[in-house]
């Protein structure tokens, strides 16, 4: 089986192609540097993404937010979804830690707000 990718690891997107023999990934080409690789081995055995999303204030205004390191990407979806109910106190100043661990990660503020 081959699986084509294109990095996102820099703005060369180099087109990736990940060659797999049952489950287990057999040969990787077209990247032009280590990173590609390392990046196509992660999306095709643990595929990851940063959650950027809003959060409200107690008075009802957004609060940009993003997970500090990535989760699984599997896990995206019920992150949203207990990020709706949290309120944040304002004001929030950029990196402060808006919940302690949601999916292995921190969510903090990603803008200075209030
Ligand atoms: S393989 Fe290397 S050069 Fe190509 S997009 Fe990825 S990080 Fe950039």
């Given at each position: 089986m081959?699986?084509?990718?294109?990095?996102?690891?820099c703005p060369m997107g180099c087109g990736i192609s990940?060659?797999?023999?049952?489950?287990?990934i057999t040969g990787i080409s077209g990247n032009t540097?280590?990173?590609g690789e390392a990046y196509a081995r992660e999306e095709c055995t643990?595929?990851?993404?940063t959650v950027t999303t809003t959060?409200?204030?107690?008075?009802g205004r957004p609060v940009p937010v993003k997970t500090e390191h990535p989760i699984p990407?599997?896990?995206v979806l019920d992150c949203m979804k207990q990020l709706d109910s949290v309120r944040v106190k304002l004001p929030v100043k950029i990196g402060d830690c808006i919940c302690e661990d949601v999916f292995g990660s921190r969510i903090i503020s990603s803008a200075n707000c209030g």
């Open positions: 081959v699986r084509e990718l294109t990095c996102i690891i990940v060659t797999s023999e049952n489950g287990k540097c280590p990173r643990n595929p990851v993404r959060v409200l204030s107690t008075d990407k599997s896990k």
